[in-house]
């Protein structure tokens, strides 16, 4: 009778371990990237509605906010904790004219955004059009926001008027 032999060698098997190894290696960090982005989706999503409430604002005043309380937020950050921000501030104009910009700063579980400010400047079409808002993010790691938020925000820091 002739013997056959069944089964992987260990050699099978430690290749089998080092491609999986790998395959780890490559899809972990994609992962952990696209966790950030999803949480920058959403907080763009709750910025939609700070937004939309700074754009009733200019409408009936003709004029931007001075601070944030002037729109109802406190000016003290901790009332705008949510899950992944967790501060809130409109910023002031150098000259006497606020002119409407806002940044929400992330929560400490944002991965390279962790503590970053998301800056949101507003343009008022001279034809009166819709509110056009520019975004950006403080740089961090070498100075570039990279794929961790959308192309929109992928400006240097919008933070003077």
């Not at 089964?7 to 098997?13: A, K, M, P, Q, R």
């Not at 982005?37 to 700070?50: C, H, N, P, Y």
Request: net charge neutral; proline share 7%; charged share 20%.
């Amino acid at each position: 009778m002739i013997k056959r032999e069944c089964g992987f060698s260990l050699i099978e098997l430690m290749i089998v371990v080092a491609i999986i190894g790998i395959l780890v290696a490559i899809a972990l960090p994609q992962y952990q990237n696209y966790q950030i982005r999803s949480k920058v989706t959403e907080a763009l999503s709750i910025v939609g509605g700070v937004k939309r409430t700074l754009e009733v604002f200019y409408a009936d005043h003709g004029r931007w906010p001075d601070s944030a309380t002037d729109v109802g937020y406190s000016a003290t950050p901790r009332d705008f904790d949510t899950t992944y921000l967790r501060a809130l501030a409109i910023v002031s104009s150098p000259t006497s004219e606020p002119c409407g910009i806002f940044a929400v700063r992330f929560s400490v579980d944002m991965g390279a955004l962790s503590n970053k400010w998301l800056w949101m400047k507003p343009t008022v079409p001279a034809d009166g059009g819709p509110v056009r808002w520019d975004c950006g993010v403080d740089a961090f790691s070498g100075g570039e926001t990279g794929p961790l938020v959308p192309k929109e925000c992928r400006h240097p820091k919008l933070a003077h008027c």
